[in-house]
């Protein structure tokens, strides 16, 4: 069990709103496993926001994430969907599930929240022990331009400010600074709600971000024991230099569908 995590609460409470514009990796996500017929894993499923669609396909699908609250939920919307998927709360930077897989995958940039090495090793370890032979891993990454050309934020921007019909408004403002030696982007997010007009509540929250360059990340997979390791720059998600989607596999090549 977890304790209290950065994406539990107030969080897991406003994190559908602010990215319910998104559409893009839910469709890629979606496309990649039309007509899977293996078992899936996504790590950092929060909500479920992309694993949902693909539950709805009838594709046997868990969820792994380490916030409570976001996996609540997804419960409550695989409920409200009547989709079925198991999910698990655990650290993705260490994981034992009682499944193998025969694909995993980690949208959104969500790899990059795990800082140091151990933890990208472990994961990677976790990874490779729940694939099935032939199985393969999909992520992708992105390199955080704009913070790395600033370097560093001396005041609060708002980066979000959005309203919901209930009359409650939340305002999140960020400072960040670069560590260019480490590849991470050290974020302060400072969240304010509003309700009818009236300050509610506000919360102050650490956010390190790790980046890799192309070349870099298929070392890292490489070095991790993965048999092949794949840029999909075809990908719609690919931006060259910017979005990688990676694919790796764990012993004999397996096809998408
Ligand atoms: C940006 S959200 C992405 C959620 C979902 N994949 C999506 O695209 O909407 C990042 C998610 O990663 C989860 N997370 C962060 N660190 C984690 C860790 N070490 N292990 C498991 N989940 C983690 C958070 O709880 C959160 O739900």
Redesign the pocket.
Known sequence: MIAE???DGLIAEWYDEW?KDRRD?VSYYAAVFAGFRGRVL??????G??LLPIAKQGVAIDG????RD?LAKLAARLKAEGAKAGWYQ????HFDLPHRYDAVFI??G?FQ??ITDEEVAGCLESVRRHLRPGGFFLLDVFVPWEAIRQQKTAAFTVARDNQRGDGTRCVVAERFEVDAARQVVRSIFRYEVFRNGRFERSLLRDFPLRWYWEDELAGVLRRAGFSGVELLADSPLSLPGTWFVFKATAGREQRFG
């Open positions: 995590d950065f994406y990215l990796d996504e790590l950092a499923c929060g909500s926001r992309v792994l994430d380490s916030s976001m655990q650290s993705m930077a949208a959104a969500s929240l795990l």
